[in-house]
């Protein structure tokens, strides 16, 4: 059994706030503090340039991809760091519209995450007028899938209903179709159990600093199935990615496997941020997390709609169709977000009417949710969200 209380004293939280980012980004663990600092001042300070070596610098990327893949159900060796999540989207579409290429369509759907859409479009300009982003609305997915599809682009959990796609189900169906899958892990990663190997994935990719709890601008990994690892031409060919980057040839030979994608130099500081943030999972088991994570949304879901009724559920009801976050709609969704942040009750809100709750067992206890739900209430039934200082927008909502 997963010692959640253990987890619980990991992390450094400041007092008196109860974190239930949805998760855009996750907390910080107290080794992730100390190994930074020793990084800056042992490996960077002490060594310079011979901590590439020394501090094995250059083999962070593939050591901690590694750890990663243990989270998603991936063979060691199938899994890199590096990047943003976006620059990995493009990566991984390009490198799976190339496998299938007498077809010209990437299908994706409405509730997918807007960059993945935009790097889809950007691609397809890139590529010429032959080729088409289309997207439909996600229960419409799996019917939309035919043998037009060379890609299937799917993030698993919407990033604002917390809705979960079957992952094993649309990849059986896009594959008989003959169409691969790219799938975004974002919402995944960290937040429920992931089985990239079992359910016959061919890419995925996602952040590390939501769930995983890397710190802001943390990397981003991919994922390419073993079957294909040795067949993708990287479209970011990139220097790291290729066989033997010492050698600077001029010619772009890709490395081995997952190594060729690899684009530039890696970001050594975050990556030691994630290297001592991952041992926060060495004790966890998915199984127990997912468990405590359904019975924390339930309980937040029952305990909101019996005392806010103006709040309505985006999330669906149903276990298997949901991630580990809650949403609910309101008109006035960015003001009382606001409120409740000034109450010590951190979540998010997403365009337009969204107040969305992400529950991590790793840190949050059931008093904490029963605290969060009690307050989120208050603040409804006094009308306390109605000042004007919570209705000013921030840059970053
Ligand atoms: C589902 C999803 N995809 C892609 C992105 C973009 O990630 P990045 O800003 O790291 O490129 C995000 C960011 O929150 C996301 O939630």
Redesign the pocket.
């Given at each position: 059994m997963t010692d959640f209380a253990h987890t619980r004293t990991m992390f450094d939280l400041p007092e008196g706030v109860i974190y239930l980012d949805g998760n855009?980004l996750g907390p910080l663990p107290r080794a992730a503090k100390d190994r930074v600092a020793r990084a800056i001042a042992d490996e960077w300070g002490q060594m310079l340039i011979t901590g590439w070596n020394k501090a094995g610098w250059m083999d962070l990327p593939a050591r901690v991809g590694d750890r990663v893949g243990r989270l998603i159900g991936a063979q060691p060796g199938t899994v890199v760091m590096g990047d943003?999540?976006?620059?990995k989207?493009y990566q991984a579409l390009a490198s799976a519209l190339e496998l299938r290429p007498e077809r010209r369509v990437i299908l994706s759907d409405t509730g997918?995450?807007p960059?993945?859409l935009y790097m889809a479009d950007g691609l397809c300009r890139t590529l010429g007028p032959d080729y088409a982003l289309k997207t439909v609305a996600p229960e419409a997915v799996e019917d939309a899938i035919d043998d037009h599809v060379a890609v299937l682009m799917i993030?698993e959990v919407d990033?604002r209903t917390g809705r979960k796609h079957d992952m094993a189900r649309l990849i059986a169906k896009a594959h008989a179709a003959g169409a691969l899958v790219v799938w975004?892990l974002?919402?995944s990663a960290g937040a429920i159990p992931v089985d990239l190997a079992g359910a016959n994935a061919d890419f995925a990719v996602g952040?590390s600093?939501?769930y995983l709890n890397s710190g802001p601008g943390g990397p981003?990994f991919i994922y390419v199935a073993p079957r294909l690892a040795d067949k993708v031409r990287p479209a970011l060919s990139g220097w790291l990615g290729h066989e033997a980057p010492f050698a600077f040839d001029l010619d772009y030979r890709p490395g081995a496997g997952i190594e060729r994608m690899r684009v530039g130099t890696p970001p050594v500081l975050q990556l030691a941020a994630l290297d001592a943030a991952l041992d926060v999972w060495d004790g966890v088991e998915m199984s127990d997390l997912r468990a405590r994570s359904l019975e924390l949304q339930d309980m937040f879901i029952e305990r909101v709609e019996a005392a806010c009724p103006d709040l309505t559920l985006a999330t669906p009801r149903d276990h298997k169709s949901r991630g580990s976050q809650v949403s609910f709609r309101h008109a006035q969704g960015y003001a009382i977000m606001q409120a409740l942040i000034a109450e010590g009750v951190i979540g998010d809100f997403r365009a337009p009417d969204i107040l969305r709750f992400g529950f991590t067992p790793l840190y949050l206890s059931r008093e904490d949710v029963a605290q969060a739900a009690d307050i989120l209430c208050d603040i409804m039934t006094s009308g306390r969200w109605d000042r004007p200082e919570f209705h000013t927008r921030a840059k970053v909502t």
């Open positions: 855009s943003t999540l976006s620059i989207v997918n995450f960059s993945d993030t990033y975004d974002a919402h952040c600093y939501k981003a």
